[in-house]
């Protein structure tokens, strides 16, 4: 969802969104993770059709308690985050950071940057017919599953 010039609610979603995540051996909960790519089809946009592009290495932090079991939910901030975004009309990128929940159980990742929070923001405007504010808040949910070749992902 992306902030308009007037202050509204544009909605946006995608068909299809991955992430490649890389667990770091023997990782913390800080620094838990990479993020070195991911991509996204059939997005929308402000006028039309828009590409994603992940740019950047993010980094997965873990906040929240664990208790080395395996059906924790921890909470957790996805760190420099950037998805430059471009259609024929309009370019902009999302940047910043999204706060997050593992479920161990289930081995899924879910971004909850909700409530237009100011951690992740438009910027680099350029276009857009006046729909896409720039330093506009986004906010951005969605659920990814996690598959690992080693098998389930606990934090500990």
């Not at 010039?5 to 909605?11: A, I, M, P, V």
């Not at 910043?96 to 951690?119: D, I, K, N, P, W």
Request: hydrophobic share 35%; proline share 3%; aromatic share 4%.
């Amino acid at each position: 969802m992306y902030e308009t010039q007037s202050g509204s609610s544009l909605s946006t979603g995608c068909s299809s969104t991955r992430l490649d995540l890389t667990v770091r051996s023997g990782a913390s909960s800080s620094a838990f993770a990479v993020v070195p790519g991911g991509s996204s089809t059939g997005c929308s946009g402000p006028l039309s059709v828009i590409s994603h592009v992940h740019v950047g290495t993010w980094q997965l932090d873990l906040t929240g308690p664990a208790t080395g079991g395996g059906a924790d939910v921890v909470d957790g901030v996805l760190r420099h985050v950037r998805i430059d975004q471009a259609n024929a009309a309009c370019r902009f990128s999302v940047v910043g950071e999204a706060r997050v929940r593992f479920h161990e159980a289930t081995q899924r990742l879910e971004v909850v940057e909700t409530g237009r929070s100011g951690r992740l923001r438009q910027s680099g405007v350029v276009g857009c017919l006046g729909q896409i504010r720039d330093g506009g808040a986004v906010d951005w949910k969605v659920t990814f599953d996690l598959a690992s070749p080693d098998g389930v992902v606990t934090v500990r």
